[in-house]
C-alpha cells in the first residue's frame, strides 16, 4: 500500500458516476478501463486513477495503471456511505488532499488548505 500511497500523491483522480455514463459496478479492471477509454474518451494507462461508486455510495473500484500493470481496488465503507461530489460533464478532478479524504471516508467538503502567514520579522 505505500507505493499506492506514493502513486496517488503524483496524480489527481479523474472519477466517473457510474449513473451518467452506465459503467456497471460489476466490472472488473479491464472492463471499468474499456469504460474509460469508450465512454470517457481518457486513457487509464496514463497512472491516473479513475474511480466509480455503486448506487448506494457505499462502495467504490478504483483503477490505475501502475507502470507494471493494471491495479484494481475496491473498498466497502460502513455507516453512511462515501461523500461524493458533484459530477459535471462525466468527470470530476480531485486534489490529492480530497481524494485521500474520499477514501478515508471523510466528507471531502471541509477540507481546506491552511492559511499561509508570511513571518513577520526574520
Known sequence: MENLSRHRARHSAPASDRWRHGASFRKGMDGLAGHVMTELELDPF???VFIFRSKRADKLKMILWDGTGMVLIHKRIEGRG???PGVRNGT?????TQFEAL???LDWRRIA???Q????AV
Open 46 to 48: 496514463t497512472g491516473a
Open 82 to 84: 462515501f461523500v461524493w
Open 92 to 96: 470530476v478532478q480531485l486534489s490529492r
Open 103 to 105: 477514501f478515508e471516508g
Open 113 to 115: 488548505a491552511a492559511r
Open 117 to 120: 502567514h508570511r513571518p513577520v
